[in-house]
């Protein structure tokens, strides 16, 4: 059922409790055994609740998991705060679940049947760009590494804090919305050289050809793009971006910064755009 349609009905409920427990006037009577085994009539602020649940939920977010257990427990905790959720056991189920809806942001478990995450993310970045939170009981950097790699814009080891997933696919929204919402009084193209970046469409082409970007990997460039010829440290990336605070030991900036290189330069190893201050940063040349 389409989000309109719940709407309508959930007033409509109100609407009928409303006028069974206040309207005035002639009320029919009901044979005593069919009181008896009517089912009982929620309160009204139950059914306020509902279509309030239903006015605020703003972006549905897809599940992808082989535990049930986790699903139960992500879906316990976010539809909690409102949004809409989607299930899927495996890789091939999360991405006919795309096929079908408009998803904004998907947790992705790495060990999966049929299709695992890794694959599953990779297949996903060829056409979508929305928020990717990898879930993973492996906790080792290079893991990490190879989840970020892959497209993902977040990593979270299990067992994990509902609270802090929460709080990071909050964070994950609010910047995908940011980045995806033209700025009026911002140049919308942004062309250097044979690279040209558009800040309202989300588009990045290098001599004619798209290259697609992860949101985070279009922030890093959009950035360094705004700013030609400044030096932004790796903490500076991070913390502009992630909005996050900085850890010394955190590679995640460089990472990214190597699957830029990887989709833009035809020798990432000579880089023409991005390039690398030692010992200070990376910047885009004036």
């Known amino acids: 059922m389409g989000q309109t349609a719940r709407l309508q009905r959930a007033m409509l409920r109100i609407c009928r409790v409303w006028y069974a427990s206040e309207a005035k006037g002639p009320v029919r009577k009901v044979p005593a055994d069919s009181r008896r085994h009517a089912p009982a009539r929620p309160p009204l602020h139950a059914e306020i609740s509902e279509w309030r649940r239903l006015i605020v939920?703003?972006?549905t977010i897809l599940l992808v998991d082989d535990e049930k257990e986790i699903l139960d427990l992500l879906e316990i905790y976010l539809n909690n705060?409102?949004?809409r959720l989607l299930r899927a056991s495996n890789g091939l189920e999360a991405l006919e679940m795309l096929r079908q809806h408009e998803v904004d942001l998907i947790i992705l478990d790495i060990m999966m049947p049929q299709m695992d995450g890794i694959q599953t993310c990779m297949k996903i970045r060829?056409?979508?760009?929305?928020p990717i939170i990898m879930l993973s009981a492996?906790?080792?950097?290079?893991?990490?590494?190879?989840?970020?790699s892959t497209g993902a814009d977040d990593y979270m080891t299990k067992p994990f804090n509902p609270l802090e997933l929460v709080?990071?696919?909050k964070s994950q929204l609010r910047r995908y919305k940011r980045l995806n919402v033209a700025a009026p009084r911002?140049?919308?193209e942004i062309e250097i050289d044979d690279l040209v970046i558009n800040t309202a469409t989300h588009?990045?082409?290098v001599e004619g050809r798209e290259v697609k970007l992860t949101p985070r990997e279009f922030a890093i460039l959009e950035l360094l793009a705004r700013n030609r010829g400044i030096v932004f440290s790796i903490e500076k990336i991070y913390e502009t971006v992630w909005n996050e605070p900085f850890y010394e030991s955190d590679n995640t900036v460089m990472v990214h910064i190597r699957k830029i290189r990887e989709k833009l330069e035809a020798s990432p190893r000579q880089p023409k755009y991005i390039k690398t201050v030692w010992g200070v940063g990376y910047k885009i040349e004036k």
Do not use: C
């Open 57 to 59: 939920a703003q972006e």
């Open 81 to 83: 705060e409102g949004f």
């Open 126 to 130: 060829e056409e979508k760009n929305m």
């Open 138 to 148: 492996k906790s080792q950097d290079m893991d990490k590494i190879i989840g970020l």
């Open 167 to 169: 709080a990071r696919v």
């Open 186 to 188: 911002l140049e919308e």
């Open 203 to 205: 588009e990045v082409r």
